[in-house]
C-alpha cells in the first residue's frame, strides 16, 4: 500500500481525468465562436452541452457498474478513445447535427474517466489517505479547466477553429497511450476481481446500492453543490462575463483562471474538514450551498453591472462547489462495501450532472423567450435577460438542499442503530469550546 508504483497510477490517472476535464469544459470557451460558426440561437447551443451532460450522466451508473466488473485501465482507456474521436468530429464540422455528434462523443468518454480514477484510490492507497486524495484527484481535474481558459481558448483565437479542437484530440491520444502503457487496475498480489456477474446479480447490487441511504445522501449532495460551478463553467459563464458584465476576454480568462485556482486551494481543506469531521459533511454541503445562493442572489440583484470585486467573489463561492460536491463520494465510500464502491459512485455522479443539464438548458430557453417576447430588446445574451434566466438556479438550490436534509434524518437514524449518535451542530460546538477551555487551563 502507498508504494512508488502507487504515485505513479495516480499520476497517470490525474492526467487523465485533467485531459477528460479540458474536453469537458472546452465548449464553454466557445459559445459566441459556435454561435457565429453553427448559426444557432441560444437554446441551439445550450443543447451542445445539455446533450453532452445528458449522455454523461445517462452512463454513470452503467459506467460504475462496468468499472467493478473490468477495472479502470479498460475504461479510462476507452473513454480518451472516444473523447479524440468526439474532438476530432467537432475540429471539422460546421453544422449542429455534427457538432452535437462531435459532443455526444465527448460526454460519453468523460463518463468513463472520473469514476475509474476514483476507483484506483482504495485499491493503491492506504485508507486514510483516501478522502484526501480523492480531493486531490478533483483539484488536479480543475487543471484541465484552466488548459480550456488559457490554451485552448489563445489557440482557438489566433490559429482557428479546427487547430483548437485538433489540440484536444491530440491530448486525448497522449492520454490513451500512457494509460494504455503505464496504468494498472490494482497492485501484485491483489486479490483479482471477482467472475462477471449476470444481469441479475449486477441489478441486485444497483438495488442494494441505491436503497442505502448514505449512496442517496452522496447523490443530492452531488446535485446541489456541482451544478452552479458547471453551469458557469461549460456555458453560460463565457457569455454572461463578457456579454451582460461587458469584461473582456483578458479579465474573463483572469476570473476563469481564479476559479480553478480557488477550486484548488479549496481541495486540500475540504478533504482534511472530512478527514477530521466525518460526521459534519452534510453540514458542509449545506453551507456551500447557502454560500452559493447569497453569492449569486448579490451579483443578479445588484443594480447596473456587477463590480470586478464580487464577480470575483462569485467566481470563488462557485469553485468551492466542485471540491464540496467531493463529498457525495466520500458518503458513496463510507456507505457501500467495496465491491460496489463503483456503482454507487455512479449513482452519486449522476445527481450534480443532471441538475447541470436541467440548469443549463432552463437558462438558454429563458432567454430565448425572453428574446422572442421583445424583452430582450434584441439583446440575446443582455444583462436583465441573464438576470431572469440564471435565477432558475435558486429553485434547484432550495431543492436539493430539501432532500439532503430529508435523507439526513435517514442515514442518521441507520447511524444511531448502529451505535452512532450525531449530535446537533450547536451542541457539539459548546462541547468543542468547553474541551478547549480544558486543555487551557491544564498546566
Given amino acids: 500500500m502507498t508504494s512508488p508504483r502507487a504515485w505513479l497510477i495516480w499520476i497517470i490517472g490525474i492526467f487523465a481525468y485533467l485531459v477528460a476535464v479540458s ?6 470557451v466557445v459559445g459566441l465562436e459556435a454561435t457565429e460558426r ?50 476530432l468530429q467537432l475540429a471539422f464540422t460546421e453544422n449542429i447535427p455534427g457538432g452535437v455528434l462531435g459532443r455526444v462523443l465527448v460526454g460519453a468518454g468523460d463518463a468513463m474517466t472520473f469514476i475509474s480514477v476514483i476507483r484506483l484510490i482504495p485499491i493503491w492507497f492506504a485508507p486514510a489517505r483516501v478522502p484526501l486524495l480523492t480531493q486531490l484527484t478533483g483539484m488536479s481535474g480543475q487543471l484541465g479547466q484552466l488548459i480550456s481558459v488559457v490554451p485552448f481558448a489563445m489557440i482557438l483565437h489566433l490559429a ?17 497511450v500512457l494509460v494504455l502503457v503505464l496504468l494498472q487496475d490494482r497492485p ?6 471477482e467472475s462477471s456477474q449476470g444481469l441479475r446479480a449486477t441489478g441486485v447490487t444497483l438495488a442494494q446500492a441505491w436503497r442505502q441511504p448514505g449512496t442517496r445522501l452522496g447523490l443530492w449532495s452531488h446535485f446541489t453543490v456541482q451544478f452552479s460551478g458547471t453551469v458557469f463553467a461549460m456555458t453560460w459563464g463565457y457569455p454572461f462575463l463578457i456579454s451582460a458584465q461587458g469584461l473582456d476576454t483578458a479579465v474573463v480568462s483572469g476570473l476563469m483562471t481564479l476559479y480553478v485556482a480557488a477550486a484548488i486551494a479549496a481541495g486540500p481543506l475540504m478533504g482534511s474538514f472530512v478527514a477530521r469531521h466525518p460526521l459534519r459533511r452534510s453540514t458542509m454541503v449545506l453551507l456551500i450551498s447557502a454560500a452559493t445562493a447569497a453569492a449569486w442572489a448579490a451579483v443578479l440583484l445588484i443594480p447596473g453591472r456587477s463590480p470586478l470585486w464580487l464577480l470575483a467573489g462569485l467566481v470563488v463561492v462557485l469553485a468551492i462547489g466542485g471540491p464540496g460536491s467531493m463529498i457525495g463520494f ?6 457501500n462495501p467495496a465491491h460496489r464502491i463503483g456503482t454507487a459512485t455512479g449513482i452519486v455522479n449522476v445527481g450534480g450532472f443532471i441538475a447541470s443539464l436541467i440548469a443549463i438548458y432552463l437558462i438558454g430557453l429563458v432567454l430565448d423567450v425572453l428574446h422572442a417576447t421583445g424583452f430582450s430588446q434584441g439583446e440575446l445574451y443582455g444583462l436583465d435577460p441573464f438576470r431572469i434566466a440564471l435565477s ?22 441507520q447511524m444511531a442503530a448502529q451505535g452512532v449518535v450525531v449530535p446537533p451542530l450547536l451542541t457539539a460546538l459548546a462541547e468543542q469550546r468547553r474541551l478547549s477551555a480544558e486543555r487551557r487551563r491544564t498546566p
Avoid at 53 to 74: E, K, N
Avoid at 161 to 170: E, N
Avoid at 394 to 412: D, N, P, Q, T
Fill in 23 to 28: 474536453q469537458r469544459t472546452s465548449f464553454g
Fill in 38 to 87: 453553427f448559426h444557432a440561437s441560444a437554446a441551439e447551443i445550450s443543447f451542445f452541452t445539455v446533450l453532452q451532460l445528458l449522455v454523461y450522466a445517462a452512463l454513470q451508473i452503467p459506467v460504475g457498474i462496468l468499472v467493478d466488473r473490468f477495472g479502470s485501465r479498460a475504461m479510462i482507456a476507452g473513454g480518451a478513445l472516444l473523447m479524440g474521436l468526439g474532438q
Fill in 160 to 176: 482557428g477553429w479546427t487547430p483548437a479542437f485538433l489540440t484536444l484530440a491530440a491530448m486525448s491520444a497522449l492520454a490513451l
Fill in 188 to 193: 501484485p498480489g491483489h486479490p483479482a476481481p
Fill in 330 to 335: 466520500d458518503f458513496a465510500r463510507t456507505f
Fill in 392 to 413: 432558475v438556479q435558486f429553485l434547484l438550490l432550495a431543492g436539493g438542499s430539501g432532500a439532503i436534509i430529508f435523507i439526513r434524518r435517514k442515514v442518521r437514524r
